[in-house]
């Protein structure tokens, strides 16, 4: 799943809607099983509350869905794919740095 995840991601910033957070729902062996949408004020605890509410929809909708598994996306005032959320809503980074990837699992701890 890990494979080509920013390919894919700048691919779609061309359909994508600004300001929203995306989750790619799926479940724990990593097989897609839905999408949630939320919306964001543009601001970093914006995406993080959009995040949470994405969430809740995400557990409410797809009861089988792995939390870890399922990455969370926020695109800019462009539609631009632009972060990468965490799934404990700690951390929010920049995609294409080391600490979107890490947030992913691309990158081991401590690399």
């Not at 494979?3 to 729902?25: F, I, S, W």
């Not at 543009?42 to 089988?64: F, K, L």
């Not at 996306?73 to 990837?101: C, L």
Request: proline share 6%.
């Amino acid at each position: 799943m890990t494979e080509g995840y920013e390919m894919r991601l700048e691919h779609a910033q061309k359909t994508l809607p600004c300001n929203l957070v995306v989750r790619d729902v799926r479940d724990r062996d990593g097989n897609k099983i839905g999408t949630v949408v939320e919306p964001h004020d543009g601001t970093e605890a914006g995406v993080i509350t959009a995040a949470r509410r994405a969430s809740d929809q995400m557990y409410a909708e797809y009861p089988e869905a792995s939390n870890i598994q399922s990455r969370i996306v926020a695109t800019d005032g462009t539609g631009k794919p632009m972060w990468s959320v965490s799934p404990n809503f700690q951390h929010i980074a920049e995609i294409g740095t080391d600490e979107a990837r890490y947030i992913w699992g691309e990158i081991p701890p401590g690399h």
